[in-house]
């Protein structure tokens, strides 16, 4: 018969003051099986824990029952503190009479007593027929894999790399830097994003931990922390990379023209192309799908002049299979799609193009050369319209919530264009201005002080071309006033929305993703990096819009918690997992279909099924299926209910 | 100029018949100013569309009583179909319209429309006209 | 066998538009179907009633579903207005049962079974669109239109609210546009297609209607339109009848006609012309429909 030591909290008032702890501490000290029954004000405090440690070895118990709050709070407190005294911490049970019993109870004193007499006296049912359990180890491959390299992606991967751990770094383009490759200049210090982003690109190339894999999607992912089996498929480029001397002959010799996705079809680029001048690798692609060699066995030009022979018409797609420990969801953001603009002018409107077009625009090394002109003609543009909330804060027409970045962006952008152009006016149709960052409310005041840029607080109704201007429809409310611009150029500060495929890797990659497409946090406050699978992390604006301070600090956020992983040289998980008893087994399979977690398997040899531990989570949805009682969860199983159940009758 | 706003004001009977007849969530409406910047009658409003929103919110019965906004309106619904917060704000004038018409308050006398109109108006422009403009 | 559909005319449509529903019957006549006209219909209210505290508003339409509901289970309906309000009551009807049975209980006594929503009410252009087919409407047009540069006008009650007519989108709708197309014209977008005309302020405030109609008038002449197209008499009427009046106001002004979309059908379908109904416009169109010299008639 085990000796069980039960401690009855207080909890301050939170329960002393509902439920009569004499009573309490009366009643259960009669229990069979209760050697010693103390009551106490806090015992999850310092002396508090010291006092059940002391307990333990005094009266040697076998088993403790803490009634205290919910095991949420401190389960682990206790049973740390249990194992310190030398007892197994799955001996350790918490009775809830706390949420379960004097917070719901208030006005009942008499029946709440009663009832915590009674949750208590079922834990202590339960407890005696724990089993002496110990935390599950499975071995810790070393190595991180990080979809997407963007500015999210590069920060996680050299964190995790400068702590002494290999990374692989996957990247879907031909070219790492993702979206902030494509701006011109960041907010609020107005640093040129290449110069700060290529620095970091050439880092990555060169860290020797970092594995660049880049034109290739992750294809299947299985496994569990610490240890996933991730296969990879590596689009043929038709250019052989360890060839290639990046000379840009074929680029020039190419006859080809097609719109450049980086540019936003501003500009053209050629089938076989280089993402952009900068980039990292520098080694160009060849597009099947425009290719003449490849469509229509035509031309051939580049492989006719390469001279270092790189071009590698037969050049197949690869699979790569890799065995990492952890890894980090870093895809980014797209923008709310254009087709859906049209109120707004966008599509059928030239001179209608939205913030990520503005920055090529703007930059030098984009369509024109950094000089603010317009797309229908090329004239520099004197009149030039922002309009924030296009497609954000809509719960009618788009998004329901603020995409973050576009007030600040915008201010950037209209200080960028008074710079160039002093003789201009700007006009920004505002419904709020959030510049929450540091030294944001400052930028955006000093662009509205110094450039005279007319912030109208109201949004706009239509948009539409009359005889070569933009018109736009819009509001002042402070003044009360309908306003008509007649603009060269308008720009929209349209909403950031998940990648269209966010959703497809989070089923890829088992992790949940909210209603808008955004991968779902575990908890929105506390763990703003952590997915809902174990060992899968995410960072940047694949998790919500934000901008790039706030990347890079949830980058590195999330490779702390990678880097913690690998610092154990194992991987730890709960013990209170579901087990098969192979005798009653049939074999039946019910319980693999009933598994959320892909947690189960079949042994076909022994035609039994088996419980992979690493993934179950004990939710006990296989015991209930199971028709031969084979399936039960450790400490939980339906003897020890059956009997907490008698105890309350 | 200066309004006293209290929680009677905001809550008023007025406030609450708004609402009521109207069957709109008063509250919803975040000022976005859409609804003016879309509405083909605003020329000649003394109060903007998104501001008579505005007054409803703030509980100001007797000026919203008292403009010529709510009987411009044309009901052409444009406000409604753009409202990001899908607030139906047509149905809002027209709940502060009743509140004159029901009363005995018509805006249209039939002696006052000229024979002229009368004849060369198709009938629907004249049914619309009285059953808005009247009681 | 002749398709017959229930039609409802709205009162306009007997009087001051009378050429609209002509139009309109001859054509689908052409086209091998009939617009059964309802048996003792009344005023549909002209305005969809926007206060929900008072039903006695929405009767007059549910009056008029009950007895389409006894003839067949589609209305079809041309004016702008009438199908806009016996579609939003359609809706209410089918949606809240609790107004629903009150003004069943209330038109008991001149019905047997109580009205809960079954007919489905069609806009004229939805009976070409879905049944007859604008491809096949092609192929019926007799009469070369080709020269006719046309701006089709929507106006409001034909699309708004999106969500409850669901005809087309409001900002860039394409029925009219379509049905202009398969006749064989030629359709130029303008930014004031669904711009409001003034609507019944024509009455109390006239001067606010006239700018409404001027706007969209000039708007169509600065996009090289010829005539506007609309399926809405008061449109017709702001936009076709005012122009003397706009002419007078704004100076600089040549007068634009306007059709409704059923006479450039049975124009297309070369109907006779005592049809066409053009001694009702203002703006007569006479000239514009004549083929310029040196075309062939197809």
Known sequence: MKRIGVFVCWCGSNIAEVIKLDEVLEAIRKYPGVVFAEYYKYFCSEPGQQIIKDAIKEHQLDAVVVSACSPAMHQATFRKAAAAAGLNQYQVEIANIREQCSWVHRMHKEEATQKAIDIISATIEKVKQNEQLAPLTSPLVKRALIIGAGIAGMQAALDIANSGYEVLLLEREPSIGGHMAQLSETFPTLDCSQCILTPRMVEVAQNPRIKLITYSELESVSGSIGNFTVTIRRKPAYVDWQKCTACGACIEKCPVKVPSEFNFGLENRKAIYVLSPQAVPNKPVIDAEHCMYLTKQKCGVCAKICEAKAIDYEQKEKIIEEKVGAIIVATGYDLFPGEELDLYGYGRCKNVVTGLEFERINSASGPYQGQIKRPSDGKVPKEIVFIQCVGSRDPEGGKPYCSRVCCMYTAKHATLYKKKNPDGQVYVFYMDIRSAGKGYEEFVQKGIEEDRTLYLRGRVSKVFEDDGSVVVWGVDTLSGKKIEIKADMVVLASAMIPRHDAKKIAKLLNIGSDEHGFFKETHPKLKPVESSTAGIFFAGCGQSPKDIPDTVAQAGCAAAKVNSLFSMNKVLSDPIIACVNEELCQGCQLCISACTYNAREFDARRNIAKVIEALCQGCGACVAVCPNKAAEVKNMTTGQILHMLDQLQ | ?135 | ?298
């Open chain 3, 1 to 298: 066998m002749t398709m017959k559909i229930p039609y409802f005319p709205g009162c306009t449509l007997h009087e001051k538009a009378k050429n609209f529903d002509q139009t309109a019957r001859a054509a689908a006549k052409a086209l091998g179907f009939e617009l059964a006209e309802l048996e003792g219909w009344t005023c549909c209210g002209a305005a969809f009633p926007l206060v929900d505290d008072n039903l006695m508003g929405l009767v007059p339409s549910v009056r008029i579903l009950a007895k389409a509901s006894q003839q067949g289970e589609e209305l079809v309906t041309l004016c702008s207005f009438c199908y806009n309000v016996l579609k939003r009551v359609n809706k209410v009807i089918r949606e809240d049962a609790e107004k629903r049975d009150k003004i069943n209980m209330y038109l008991d006594e001149e019905f047997d079974e109580p009205y809960t929503g079954q007919v489905e009410v069609l806009h004229f252009l939805e009976v070409l669109r879905d049944k007859i087919t604008f491809e096949e409407l092609a192929q019926r047009v007799k009469r070369k239109l080709s020269h006719l540069k046309l701006g089709p006008y929507y106006g409001c009650l034909l699309l708004r609210p999106p969500k409850e007519i669901g005809l087309d989108d409001p900002d860039h709708p394409r029925i009219l546009h379509d049905f202009l197309g398969s006749l064989g014209c030629q359709v130029r977008n303008f930014p004031f297609a669904s711009e409001c005309c003034g609507s019944y302020q024509a009455v109390r405030a006239p001067e606010l209607a006239l700018e409404c109609s001027y706007r969209i008038i000039k708007s169509a002449r600065q996009n090289d339109i010829d005539a506007l197209v609309t399926s809405c008499p008061l449109c017709h009427f702001n936009l076709d009848a005012k122009q003397q009046a706009m002419a007078q106001k704004y100076g600089e002004f040549t007068p634009l006609p306007v059709f409704y979309f059923t006479q450039l059908l049975a124009v297309a379908l070369d109907l006779e012309e005592s049809v066409w109904g053009f001694d009702q416009h203002q703006v007569r169109p006479d000239e514009l429909i004549k083929i310029p010299v040196g075309e062939e008639k197809q």
């Open chain 2, 1 to 135: 100029m200066r309004i006293e706003i209290s929680h009677e004001k905001v809550n008023s009977d007025f406030v609450k018949k708004i609402e009521e007849i109207s069957g709109e969530n008063i509250f919803a409406c975040y000022q976005c100013g859409k609804c003016s910047a879309g509405c083909p009658l605003v020329d000649e409003m003394d109060l903007l569309p998104n501001q008579v929103m505005r007054l409803v919110q703030l509980g100001q019965e007797k000026e919203l009583l008292g403009c010529r906004t709510i009987w411009l309106c044309a009901s052409c619904l444009t406000c409604f179909s753009r409202c990001p917060k899908g607030v139906d704000l047509a149905k809002v004038m027209e709940a502060i319209r009743v509140q004159l018409t029901r009363s005995g308050t018509d805006k249209l006398d039939l002696q006052e429309v000229s024979n002229e109109v009368l004849a060369e108006t198709p009938q629907l422009g004249i049914i619309c006209s009285f059953r808005k403009f009247t009681g």
